[in-house]
């Protein structure tokens, strides 16, 4: 059974990057035929995909293009993870955080359990 | 971006009624179109892949149909564990998008 465990804080300044961790059992981040993805959920309940990470002998990412100058989504294959920063936060990006995985291209099938981060000197 | 518009937006039904959700595409995404139940405080759960591929362990009271801009969720008979928010989405190009949720309440 894949978990997806997530971790980080849930105050964030403005100006300030947005770090959160997602830790994988069950599948490994390096399965060939899985992807890795962020998405976030606003206040107001609309759901936005971020970007994702996968392995296909090489490492590729893709990325929204309304976070793509601020946002790096990275594996850790030793410690079975990957990771989330996006920089330069202001309160428009205060959301509940959702790291999850797909399998065969996009029907997102596990998901962590959320992480409300909220954007507020 | 490729648009998803869901209607209704909020829909009132009774245990035991058939329930349809609507979605629509800004442009063609062949079948790669998922469907997501969610309940407050919980993170969604995809129901349907490829517009009608039913994931394992849903029940077969849900069905999806569709191609191309319009797509459907069909709920045969409505069951109390069903009251919550569902969502489409397309996986046919990036960004990702997200319909904007249809809310199932209690009539």
């Known amino acids: 059974q894949v978990q997806l465990q997530q971790s980080g804080p849930g105050l964030v300044k403005p100006s300030q990057t947005l770090s959160l961790t997602c830790v994988i059992s069950g599948d490994s981040v390096s399965r060939n035929t899985a992807a890795w993805n962020w998405m976030r959920q606003s206040p107001s309940g609309g759901l936005e995909w971020l970007g994702r990470t996968s392995y296909r002998s090489k490492w590729y990412n893709a990325y929204a293009e309304s976070v793509k100058s601020r946002i790096t989504i990275s594996p850790d294959t030793s410690k079975n993870q990957f990771s989330l920063q996006l920089r330069s936060v202001t309160p428009e990006d205060t959301a509940v955080y959702f790291c999850?995985?797909?399998?065969?291209?996009?029907?997102?099938?596990?998901w962590g359990q959320g992480t409300l981060v909220t954007v507020s000197s | 971006d490729i648009q998803m518009t869901q209607s209704p937006s909020t829909l009132s039904a009774s245990v035991g009624d058939r329930v349809t959700i609507t979605c629509r595409a800004s442009q063609s995404i062949s079948n790669w179109l998922a469907w997501y139940q969610q309940k407050p405080g919980k993170a969604p759960k995809l129901l349907i892949s490829k517009a009608s591929s039913l994931e394992s362990g849903v029940p077969s009271r849900f069905s999806g149909s569709g191609s191309g801009t319009e797509f459907t969720l069909t709920i045969s008979s409505l069951q109390p564990d069903d009251f919550a928010t569902y969502y489409c989405?397309?996986?046919?190009?990036?960004?990702?998008?997200f319909g904007q949720g249809t809310k199932v309440e209690i009539k």
């Open positions: 999850a995985r797909d399998m065969a291209g996009g029907a997102i099938d596990y």
């Open positions: 989405q397309q996986y046919d190009s990036y960004p990702w998008t």
